[in-house]
């Protein structure tokens, strides 16, 4: 079955323990990205990533770091986690370049930073 | 810059009434793609459609229809005899080519039975 797949699907951590979201996708897509969606705020991007190796910020990048290594995984991380970063957040993933097709969604990381 | 407005934070219609999701969108480009994605309360993302800045014409899905207006920067979302199921967050996006896709801070609709 085609899908991205994130985990941990909830985590509830402490300002300053470094933690990772994983995501995986088995569709051989080139392109991945992150966005974290907050209530009044929609979903705003954090990172992308057009190939293994190649990685942009997005609108929201501040507190976190990802690394495309191998062209199914697109890990975010938190060095330092505030609470401020308490969100939902979902990888995505695209064929080609992210905007000449649909994204396809993991089913998100919902995480607390106390 | 580009930029997703959705007017609408929450709309709420008794069922089998049609329903109008706006969306307004801002860009410089004259090359850029729309989107519009659903989020059921189950928390999931779909994708809904997609539309390149060269193709005005309107499309139809079943229940769904999207009207594109570059003249007004618009790119709304019409649900013809809404059902409870239609209940959901709709995000409007853009992308102007660089991998950098926009959405809109969504608009929650509730489809009363």
């Known amino acids: 079955e085609a899908q991205v797949t994130q985990n941990p699907r909830y985590l509830i951590t402490v300002t300053g323990k470094k933690l990772t979201v994983t995501c995986s996708q088995n569709m051989n897509h080139e392109y991945m990205s992150w966005y974290r969606q907050d209530p009044g705020l929609g979903l705003r991007q954090i990172y992308y990533s057009m190939n293994v190796e190649v990685t942009d910020k997005g609108d929201v ?54 | 810059a580009q930029k997703v407005t959705q007017a609408q934070t929450e709309i709420s219609v008794v069922e089998k009434e049609d329903v109008t999701l706006d969306c307004v969108y801002e860009t410089r480009d004259t090359t850029y793609y729309l989107f519009w994605y659903k989020q059921p309360p189950s928390g999931e ?63 929650r609709l509730h489809i009363l039975p």
Not at chain 1, 65 to 87: A, D, G, M, W, Y
Not at chain 2, 78 to 85: E, G, L, Y
């Open chain 2, 45 to 107: 993302l779909v994708f809904l459609i997609r539309r390149n800045s060269f193709d005005e014409q309107n499309e139809i899905s079943g229940r769904y229809s999207w009207n594109f207006q570059k003249s007004t920067s618009s790119f709304n979302f019409t649900i013809t005899a809404s059902q409870v199921v239609d209940s959901a967050v709709y995000f409007c996006a853009l992308s102007e080519g660089g991998d950098k896709i926009i959405f809109g801070k969504g608009t």
């Open chain 1, 61 to 114: 990048p501040e507190g976190y770091k990802v690394s495309r290594k191998e062209k199914r995984n697109f890990p975010l991380i938190l060095e330092s986690p505030s609470p401020n970063q308490t969100s939902l957040y979902f990888c995505a993933s695209a064929p080609a370049q992210g905007n000449t097709g649909e994204l396809f969604f993991g089913e998100g990381s919902r995480l607390t930073v106390l």
